[in-house]
T-cell receptor
Framework: DQQVKQNSPSLSVQEGRISILNCDYT??????FLWYKKYPAEGPTFLIS?????DKNEDGRFTVFLNKSAKHLSLHIVPSQPGDSAVYFC????????????FGTGTRLKVLA | DADVTQTPRNRITKTGKRIMLECSQT?????MYWYRQDPGLGLRLIYY???????NKGEISDGYSVSRQAQAKFSLSLESAIPNQTALYFC?????????????FGDGTRLSIL
């Protein structure tokens, strides 16, 4: 049973426009949510995180929004750049203090020049 | 030099062979993890270790074993490889702390079992 879901396998956006990547989860006890970016032949790299007690976190062009009632988070990239083309994974940390990650299946973002 | 180094980067082997994937880190982190990535399934946790004397199973540990030889080294073994263990394997590290401490990943080992 997939506890963290990314229902869009791919997304294409024009350069300069906003990219919105979505993630849904089922466990209301998750403590933190994180976004990772992955280029081909490289490991995932950390992008941004948000605590379950917050509803927004911003870092430069990247903003993560958390809607706890809907069990939904989203990553906004504004403006999108060709270098943002990658696979994006959302992850949630399991409750209980071990902070193990549960990953979504990823969304491939393509930013068109 | 990479902070988290995985060797080998690619490996092709046959069913029934014993395989060891190695991970070393220079970040000084206590926590280390092994994941596998399969198409359409994201990354799934195989084993994790919070210090040299601590080893824990993840969600898909069957068919795998690990060894934490030192703070900086964490190896993953497939005792008798089978084709459905063909996947991309990642090692990661993190510091102690709360859940927003990011994990730092190596560049992966692509393993193919024929």
């Amino acid at each position: 049973d997939q506890q963290v879901k990314q229902n869009s396998p791919s997304l294409s956006v024009q350069e300069g426009r906003i990219s919105i990547l979505n993630c849904d989860y089922t466990n209301s006890m998750f403590d933190y949510f994180l976004w990772y970016k992955k280029y081909p032949a490289e490991g995932p790299t950390f992008l941004i995180s948000i605590s379950s007690i917050k509803d927004k976190n911003e870092d430069g062009r990247f903003t993560v929004f958390l809607n706890k009632s809907a069990k939904h988070l989203s990553l906004h990239i504004v403006p999108s750049q060709p270098g943002d083309s990658a696979v994006y994974f959302c992850a949630a940390t399991s409750p209980g203090g071990t902070y193990k990650y549960i990953f979504g299946t990823g969304t491939r973002l393509k930013v068109l020049a | 030099d990479a902070d988290v180094t995985q060797t080998p980067r690619n490996r092709i082997t046959k069913t029934g062979k014993r395989i060891m994937l190695e991970c070393s880190q220079t970040k000084g982190h206590d926590r280390m993890y092994w994941y596998r990535q399969d198409p359409g399934l994201g990354l799934r946790l195989i084993y994790y270790s919070f210090d040299v004397k601590d080893i824990n199973k993840g969600e898909i540990s069957d068919g795998y074993s690990v060894s934490r030889q030192a703070q900086a080294k964490f190896s993953l073994s497939l005792e008798s490889a089978i084709p459905n263990q063909t996947a991309l394997y990642f090692c990661a590290t993190s510091e102690h702390g709360t859940g927003d401490q990011p994990q730092h990943f190596g560049d992966g080992t692509r393993l193919s079992i024929l």
